[in-house]
């Protein structure tokens, strides 16, 4: 006896026929048999045992007559819609017109035939179920992505945290033990500088002096990046802050405008619109070639908008959306756990960084998700 083995027949087609002639639904089961589709058909012709049979068992197809008793297939193709299901749904009928058919592939089914098109049955059905087919692995395909970006968003958050709390450390390590201890060295060094009558003893103790004055600010500096106090004066303050040092240290010139000498705003706005002009000026003095900067800083109608601009050579498309583009990245989910949104524009006259962020969004905790507390990724836009 031949050892080959035997492929299994492929499983019918389930389907459910609402129809309220028992003659056209063996006209059906006749058509699908002389076409060779395999199928199992289940008659109904009241919107109720149509409801009842979806609820109780799962089909591949829905036939649904257009004209029925009472009702239409598009009240069946109603039914369908608020069960959710992803049925092909295929109309039947031998009465309907080119508006009605129109109307009823706007609303979504999968095909119609006319009855007097019987032969072509079997096809419209097996392309109705692989459409549907495709889209349900379009839907899986898409659902696994969102929910691979949501692990990965929650992810970079967690990581984001344990940054921030590593960078709140250290700067609480430098200012406790590295600035202490360079402040008790300083004062020692005075100390023997005074007291010391050779010239030369003086002019190496001068260096030292200053090696260490240098060193001081160097780690004042580096505590104000890790955890800038000045944020406890409000945003308006450290955006200032930060205009003045920008400009102390590149010399360009930076002009800031606001709406009011204070804007209040929730502690987690304030962190993203800081880190977010922060990010924009290390960007600027790398990339920009420019030689001015603009930020406008404003609470208007509910919504905190902070724009930095310069009048450099600008960023051409590719370089905004080249893999590497973490620092934008990075701003964008800053602002989207805050409720609000970054755009950035740019020509050959200059870039465009603008932060908008609704203030009543941002405030209810239901519909933002609170924001770093700190950050201090110098990383570049591009």
Known sequence: ????????????????????????????????????????????????????????????????????PGFTGMDAWDVVCEMGLRLPFIVLSGAIGEAAAVDAMHRGISDYILKDSMHRLSHVIQRAIEVAQTRRAADAAGAELAESRRRLAELAEHLQTSIEQ?????????????????????????????????ASMQSHLGSALEMVQHALDASQRIMMNLRPPILDQGLVAAVD???????????????????????????????????????????????????????????????????????????????LRKAKSFGLLGLRERAAKVGGWLDVSS??????????????????????????????DQSDFV
Do not use: C
Request: glycine share 4%; charged share 30%.
């Open 1 to 68: 006896m031949s050892g080959t083995p035997q492929t299994p027949d492929k499983a019918p087609v389930r389907i459910l026929h609402l129809e309220d002639s028992r003659v056209d639904h063996a006209l059906v089961k006749f058509a699908l048999q002389r076409s060779q589709l395999a199928s199992d058909m289940v008659l109904v012709d009241t919107l109720e045992d149509f409801r009842r049979e979806l609820e109780t068992a799962p089909f591949d197809a829905v036939l649904a007559d257009y004209h029925l």
């Open 166 to 198: 590593e960078r709140a450390d250290i700067a609480r390590e430098i200012h406790d033990d590295i600035g202490g201890a360079l402040a008790s060295v300083k004062l020692d060094l005075a100390l023997v500088a005074r007291r010391a009558d050779d």
């Open 241 to 319: 802050w930060l205009a003045a040092g920008f400009e102390r240290r590149t010399g360009l010139r930076v002009v800031v405008r606001r709406s009011a000498a204070t804007i209040d705003v929730p502690r987690e706005v304030q962190l993203v619109a800081y880190r977010t002009a922060q990010e924009a000026l290390t960007n600027i003095n790398k990339h920009a070639q420019a030689s001015a900067v603009d930020i406008d800083l404003s609470d208007g109608e509910g919504v905190l908008t902070l724009e930095v601009s310069d009048n450099g050579k600008g960023l051409d498309a590719h370089a």
């Open 347 to 376: 020509s050959p006259k200059g870039t465009s960084v603008i932060l908008s962020v609704p203030l009543q969004l941002a405030q209810n905790p239901d519909n933002a998700a609170k924001a770093d507390e700190e950050s201090n």
